[in-house]
């Protein structure tokens, strides 16, 4: 079957660090994607991982293990625009379909 | 790069009507568009991947003939949504996908739909 799992909510200080965790069944791989949704808003493109290790794009690094099923979004130095939800999902199969966590929402307070 | 937009990006129609959204990449062209429905606090579902100048291919539980998708071009997809009703009232969000490159997907700003 195809699972996804991450915390539903978190909550976090302005300026600190957040980790975001997902951990994934699935039954093909081409692919972990974080996106990020705020409220009433479509999803925006966060990062990409296929090989195991970080991936770092300013305040955001995402990592990948594939042989743990794991992966996790590192948010730093947060800011009060970063509160909202996380979406991990992972491209799989023959199709080019993405499979969506229910995703991670995310309170950032002063 | 990577734009993907939506039209409208919000409608309020009467029970049983018909309204048609319209996903366009904006700076690429698409191979692949899908569509997803969002209701409040929850993640988004698939309802269909739709292929350039094919039969969209629906998710189980979607029924296609409400839920009509066609996609014209490498640039456009529409989504008509068919004697809507108050249950049918979400947000609707297409994404695409990049020719040959990863299976990266980019959203459109979604459409707000509210049936009466």
């Known amino acids: 079957g195809q699972n996804i799992d991450q915390p539903t909510e978190m909550t976090a200080t302005e300026g600190a660090i957040v980790q975001i965790n997902c951990t994934y069944q699935t039954s093909g791989f081409n692919g972990l994607f974080w996106y990020q949704q705020h409220a009433g808003e479509a999803p925006t493109f966060l990062s990409y991982?296929?090989?195991?290790g970080l991936e770092e794009k300013g305040r955001f690094s995402s990592f990948l293990s594939r042989s743990k099923g794991y992966s996790y979004l590192l948010l730093k130095e947060l800011q009060m625009k970063d509160s909202a939800s996380y979406l991990c999902?992972?491209?799989?199969?023959?199709?080019?379909?993405?499979?969506f966590g229910t995703g991670t929402l995310l309170a950032v307070q002063p | 790069g990577a734009v993907v937009s939506q039209h409208p990006s919000w409608v309020i129609c009467k029970s049983g009507t018909s309204v048609k959204i319209e996903c366009r990449s904006l700076?690429?062209?698409?191979?692949?568009m899908f569509w997803y429905r969002q209701f409040p606090k929850q993640s988004l579902m698939l309802m269909a991947t739709s292929n350039e100048g094919s039969k969209a291919t629906y998710e189980q539980g979607v029924e296609k003939d409400k839920f009509l998708i066609n996609h014209a071009s490498l640039t456009l997809s529409t989504l008509t949504v068919t004697s809507a009703h108050p249950e049918d009232s979400s947000f609707y969000i297409c994404?695409?996908?990049?020719?040959?490159?990863?299976?990266?997907?980019?959203f459109g700003p979604g459409t707000r739909l509210t049936v009466l």
């Open positions: 994404s695409a996908t990049d020719r040959g490159y990863t299976d990266t997907q980019y």
């Open positions: 999902a992972v491209g799989g199969g023959a199709t080019n379909k993405l499979i």
């Open positions: 700076d690429f062209q698409a191979t692949t």
């Open positions: 991982n296929v090989l195991d």
